[in-house]
């Protein structure tokens, strides 16, 4: 053998069997779990037809391949392809670019059937040991959405959770092509308008918007809504310039205006001392322009003095 040169490597006889073994194996092990299936099948189909009661079983019906869902998938991106190229032609969303840039209103929620629960998710503090219970379903009309539920205070006694007691309901983030988050663009918007029917409880109303940095993730944007109760609906007019910033249930000490044109979720918060039952039906949740209202924010945006002794 020259100076530097490998020996060349002899591969053993097991290691060319270890696949066939291995398939072999599997094979048995198949057979194996389908016999005694059927075994327990047969004997469970015989004790029940003795007994006189038998339940009907139905078999499992099969996974779906991986091909199936290949192309489900393959369409799904396809349609996706297709809104947003049309969103590129034509306009945003859609529409026609000279008619977006007229527009004075556009409604993103208004649920007219049962399709709507798709676009909302419900949670609560059962998710961390609480007691609080939150739904999501329609109305009698089935026109309308209704979160209700019940609030419970209780607090975990785990020795870590020190308050207790919400519930939520969030609108799920828009996906555009290839699974990529589409964000609201209200730029030319001002003001937020929905149309609720209350149980006289406070609400808290939260803006998401899709922030350019990790540790951002968590701010949202704040204001509350005052239901009035009884039968009648309430129509809710909320500046944007209205929303504070907050962070982990933290009020900001620098505060901004609210990013209108990258909103991403908006969501209902309950969260007070007052146990018991409680509902919130929503017809639609819309924006429009107010050419009246010229309120960039309404809090104070000046920064501390940096030539300040501390």
């Known amino acids: 053998m020259l100076f530097g040169s490998c020996p060349s490597k002899v591969v053993p006889r097991s290691a060319w069997l270890r696949p066939l073994r291995y398939a072999s194996f599997i094979a048995r092990s198949i057979a194996t ?9 047969s004997s469970s189909s015989s004790s029940s037809s003795s007994s006189g009661a038998g339940n009907v079983g139905f078999p499992l019906s099969p996974p779906r391949s991986t091909w199936e869902r290949g192309m489900c998938g393959v369409r799904q991106q396809l349609g996706a392809l297709k809104e947003h190229l049309r969103g590129k032609v034509l306009g945003p969303d859609g529409v026609p670019l000279g008619t977006y840039m007229c ?47 019940e609030l419970d205070n209780y607090i975990p006694r785990d020795g870590k959770t020190k308050y207790s007691g919400y519930c939520t309901l969030r609108s799920k983030p828009r996906k555009g092509f290839m699974n990529k988050k589409k964000a609201f663009d209200w730029g030319d918007m001002n003001v937020l308008f929905l149309r609720v029917r209350g149980d006289g409880r406070p609400y808290m109303i939260n803006i998401s ?14 204001y509350f809504l005052f239901t009035r109760g009884g039968p009648t609906w309430q129509d809710v007019k909320i500046p944007f310039s209205k929303f504070f910033l907050a962070s982990r249930g933290r009020i900001n000490d620098v505060q901004h205006p609210i990013w209108t044109d990258r909103v991403g979720t908006l969501g209902f918060t309950l969260g007070e001392q007052a146990d018991g039952p409680f509902q919130l039906e929503i017809d639609f949740i819309g924006v429009y322009k107010d050419p009246a209202h010229s ?16």
Do not use: I
């Open 103 to 149: 527009q004075q209103s556009h409604v993103p929620w208004a649920c007219r059937g049962p399709e709507c629960l798709e676009d909302w998710l419900v949670s609560s503090d059962a998710e961390m040991g609480g007691r609080s219970r939150s739904f999501l379903s329609l109305s009698k009309n089935n026109k309308t959405l209704l979160f209700h539920g």
């Open 209 to 222: 918007v899709d922030n350019y940095y990790t540790h951002m993730q968590n701010d949202l944007y704040h």
């Open 33 to 41: 779990s389908t016999a005694s299936s059927s075994s327990s099948s």
């Open 295 to 310: 309120e960039e924010f309404a809090y104070e945006t000046y920064k501390r003095n940096p030539n300040a002794k501390r």
